[in-house]
């Protein structure tokens, strides 16, 4: 597979399956007002999601790297689009539900094949590249609130996810023709990544991934809800989450490759910091105006800074392990936001703004704290310690 040319099939890929989470963001304030769904609800919709996730990369991951990549991309991308279409057509909280932990499952398969393949496919780039899955998963989460406003006043709620699980099987038919590199089908290895973590720069990792979730979670669950109860034009709050990734979009590649040459873990450590201020200030701004220029100057840290958990995985374990321990990220990560989402839209409902954003942000300095510690031999550059318990074995 000629590097570029795969890079930029999979990255559209990525694109397509966020889409329809971006789509799903933007419409839970209409679920609310609509179907008589609570903000409790609403955090639960989002947060089992992110925990379907979990359980995929978890289990699912480890497929990836035994020889069938390209069969868990296929077989997660047509179950993405099935749930995708169940959360469009549903008009009350179960069957929505049940869509939403389809298409989470999905989502949460995929991408760890995804990230193996791309590693894999050009390891002297794999900062960049990785930071390129990225931004194309933020374009395509930035795209659904735009798709949503085209197509849910003149067709219906339905509408945006039919076209965004016709656009995630368009994307698939970009396979055709790729060779993916396989893993050994005859390894014989423990089926759940969790031996992993015994090592310290791997945990530690981990947990900074967690942290920035986490501040996910908690912005994904209230940002509609919140629009909504500050009277915020829906254009405007829209609009904000579309100018949000931008510098998402076009830092990602940058940043992820100078996390690579910097060090991901103090790249990480810096950017969760400045983004836990972000999310306590929108606890505290008395407007939605307000949150939304607020928000301009935190997407340009996280723009160049999401990437580095990432990249410190990719570069603490070997080859055949890829997928095993991206999904072990990646369902961290899940874990972290769908654990917010429900504790946050609960905290919400009872308390309020702020107590909600500020609970939120003590959560991610605690976890900055953690990871930092765990990744200190990394940090101080005794990487050889690091191979000796991640290994291929």
Same mark, same amino acid.
């Given at each position: 597979?000629?590097?570029?040319?795969?890079?930029?099939?999979f990255?559209?890929?990525s694109?397509?399956?966020?889409?329809?989470?971006?789509?799903?963001?933007?419409?839970?304030?209409?679920?609310?007002?609509?179907?008589? @769904?609570?903000?409790?609800?609403?955090?639960?919709?989002?947060?089992?999601?992110?925990?379907?996730?979990?359980?995929?990369?978890?289990?699912?991951?480890?497929?990836?790297?035994?020889?069938?990549?390209?069969?868990?991309?296929?077989?997660?991308?047509?179950?993405?689009?099935?749930?995708?279409?169940?959360?469009?057509?549903?008009?009350?909280?179960?069957?929505?539900? +049940?869509?939403?932990?389809?298409?989470?499952?999905?989502?949460?398969?995929?991408?760890?094949?995804?990230q193996?393949?791309v %590693?894999?496919?050009?390891?002297?780039?794999?900062?960049q590249?990785?930071?390129?899955?990225?931004?194309?998963?933020? *374009?395509?989460?930035?795209?659904?609130?735009a798709?949503?406003a085209?197509?849910?006043?003149?067709?219906?709620?339905?509408?945006?996810?039919?076209?965004?699980?016709?656009?995630?099987?368009?994307?698939?038919?970009?396979?055709?023709? +790729?060779?993916?590199?396989?893993?050994?089908?005859?390894?014989?290895?423990?089926?759940?990544?969790?031996?992993? $973590?015994?090592?310290?720069? %791997?945990?530690?990792?981990?947990?900074?991934?967690?942290?920035?979730?986490?501040?996910?979670?908690? *912005?994904?669950?209230?940002?509609?809800?919140?629009?909504?109860?500050?009277?915020?034009?829906?254009? $405007?709050?829209n609009?904000?989450?579309?100018?949000?990734?931008?510098?998402?979009i076009?830092?990602?590649?940058?940043?992820?490759? *100078?996390?690579?040459?910097?060090?991901?873990?103090? $790249?990480?450590? @810096?950017?969760?910091?400045?983004?836990?201020?972000?999310i306590?200030?929108?606890?505290q701004?008395?407007s939605?105006?307000?949150?939304?220029?607020?928000?301009?100057?935190?997407?340009?840290?996280?723009?160049?800074? +999401?990437?580095?958990?990432?990249?410190?995985?990719?570069?603490?374990?070997?080859?055949?392990?890829?997928?095993?321990?991206?999904?072990?990220?990646?369902?961290s990560?899940?874990?972290?936001?769908?654990?917010?989402?429900?504790?946050?839209?609960a905290?919400?409902?009872?308390?309020?703004?702020?107590a909600?954003?500020?609970?939120?942000?003590? +959560?991610?300095? %605690?976890?900055?704290?953690?990871?930092? $510690?765990?990744?200190?031999? *990394?940090?101080?550059?005794?990487?050889?310690?690091?191979?000796?318990?991640?290994?291929?074995?």
């Open positions: 597979m000629p590097p570029s040319r795969g890079i930029w099939i990255s559209v890929l694109a397509t399956l966020a889409m329809g989470y971006g789509v799903l963001f933007t419409v839970v304030g209409d679920f609310r007002d609509e179907y008589g @769904i609570s903000e409790t609800r609403v955090g639960v919709l989002i947060g089992l999601g992110f925990l379907a996730g979990f359980v995929a990369q978890v289990a699912l991951a480890p497929l990836a790297d035994r020889g069938h990549a390209r069969t868990t991309v296929i077989l997660s991308v047509v179950g993405s689009a099935v749930g995708i279409l169940l959360m469009g057509f549903g008009e009350s909280f179960t069957p929505i539900l +049940i869509g939403r932990l389809i298409a989470g499952l999905g989502a949460g398969a995929a991408r760890p094949a995804v193996r393949i %590693v894999l496919s050009d390891p002297a780039n794999l900062g590249n990785l930071g390129r899955l990225i931004s194309s998963n933020v *374009f395509g989460f930035a795209l659904g609130p798709v949503s085209v197509l849910v006043g003149p067709f219906g709620l339905e509408a945006p996810f039919v076209v965004v699980a016709a656009g995630s099987m368009l994307a698939l038919g970009g396979l055709i023709g +790729i060779r993916v590199e396989e893993g050994d089908r005859e390894v014989a290895r423990q089926r759940l990544a969790l031996d992993l $973590l015994k090592s310290r720069v %791997v945990a530690g990792a981990v947990v900074l991934g967690c942290a920035f979730y986490v501040m996910i979670g908690a *912005f994904d669950a209230l940002w509609d809800v919140v629009h909504e109860d500050l009277g915020t034009d829906k254009w $405007l709050a609009l904000g989450i579309t100018v949000f990734a931008v510098p998402l076009i830092l990602g590649p940058t940043g992820g490759r *100078f996390a690579q040459r910097f060090g991901p873990f103090r $790249l990480a450590a @810096i950017g969760l910091i400045v983004a836990s201020v972000f306590f200030l929108y606890g701004l008395p939605g105006g307000w949150i939304v220029g607020a928000m301009l100057f935190h997407a340009a840290g996280d723009g160049f800074t +999401i990437a580095a958990p990432g990249v410190a995985i990719a570069m603490a374990v070997p080859a055949d392990r890829q997928a095993e321990a991206q999904g072990l990220l990646g369902a990560q899940a874990l972290g936001a769908g654990a917010t989402a429900i504790v946050i839209g905290i919400y409902e009872s308390s309020g703004r702020a909600a954003y500020s609970t939120a942000a003590t +959560i991610m300095l %605690v976890l900055v704290l953690m990871g930092v $510690l765990l990744g200190l031999p *990394f940090l101080r550059g005794r990487r050889a310690g690091v191979d000796a318990v991640v290994s291929s074995d």
